[in-house]
C-alpha cells in the first residue's frame, strides 16, 4: 500500500495533487508543530499586477501558540477574509477559458466556516482531488493516530499503523530522514520527481509554483493531465 504524509496546505500547488493522486493512503499531517512561514495558510496566484498572496488569518501569535500543532491553529472569522480572496479570484480569472467551470465550487468551498485552520483546508484540498478525479482515496489525520516520536520515527510509526510498505515523499525530506529505519522495517521509500509540462497562463511568464486553482481554470478538465505524467 501506497502512502503519502503531507503538512496541510491552503490551496496547494499541483506537486501537492500529484503526490495525493499516487497513493492509496493519504495523511494530512496536522499534529507537527505550525510554521508560521509556511504554506498552511496561504498560497500564491498569479494576477496581471503579478504573483499575489492569499491568506487566512489565524490566531498565532504569542509564546503561548508557539508550540501549538497545526490541527489546533483556529481561524480569525472577524473579517470576511475568504470573501476577499474570491474577490481577488475573481478578477484574476474571469478571463480564463473554464472560470465558469471552476468558480462555483470554489465560491461553495470557501464558504464553509470551520473553527481550524486544518479543519478547512483538509476538507477543502480532498475536495478539490476529488474533483479533479482522484476517487477512492483514503484520507486520514495523523493527530487521530495518537503516535510520538520525531522525524522519521513518527513516519515509520504512522506507516506501519496503517498498513503501509511504500511512502512516497517530497524530495526536501531527504536531508533528515533515516533510509535505514524504513529498511529495517522493509518500507520501500520514494522520493518525488517534480517535472511537470507547462500549461497556458493568463499573466506570462510562466509560473510554475502556483496554486492548483491556476491550472484548474486554465485547462479544466485536461487539468488531471498535466499533473500525472
Known sequence: MKCVILQPSYIP??????????????IFYDDVQYDKRGWR???????????????????????????IPIGQIPIVWEKPW?????????????????????????????????????????ELTQSIAEFLGMTGKMFLRSSSLKTSGSKTEKLI??????????????????SYIDNRLFENENISLEYMKYDYRE????YP???????????????????????IK
Not at 490566531?59 to 503561548?64: D, E, F, R, T, V
Not at 499503523?161 to 511512502?167: E, I, K, M, N, T
Not at 500549461?199 to 493568463?202: I, V
Open 13 to 26: 500547488w499541483r506537486g501537492y495533487f500529484h503526490q495525493i493522486a499516487l497513493a492509496d493512503i493519504f
Open 41 to 67: 495558510n496561504r498560497n500564491l496566484i498569479k494576477t496581471s499586477s503579478g504573483l499575489k498572496w492569499l491568506t487566512i488569518p489565524v490566531h498565532s501569535k504569542g509564546a503561548q501558540t508557539e508550540n
Open 82 to 122: 475568504n470573501e476577499e480572496h474570491l474577490r481577488t479570484i475573481y478578477h484574476a480569472y474571469k478571463n480564463a477559458p473554464y472560470f465558469e467551470y471552476f468558480y462555483d465550487f470554489l465560491q461553495n468551498s470557501l464558504s464553509n466556516k470551520t473553527e481550524y485552520l486544518a479543519d478547512f483546508t483538509c
Open 157 to 174: 510509526e504512522i506507516l506501519k499503523l496503517v498498513g503501509a510498505d511504500h511512502y512516497i515523499s517530497g524530495p526536501s525530506a531527504q
Open 199 to 202: 500549461y497556458p497562463q493568463l
Open 205 to 227: 511568464p510562466f509560473e510554475g509554483g502556483v496554486s492548483i486553482i491556476d491550472l484548474i481554470f486554465m485547462t479544466g478538465p485536461d487539468a488531471i493531465n498535466y499533473i
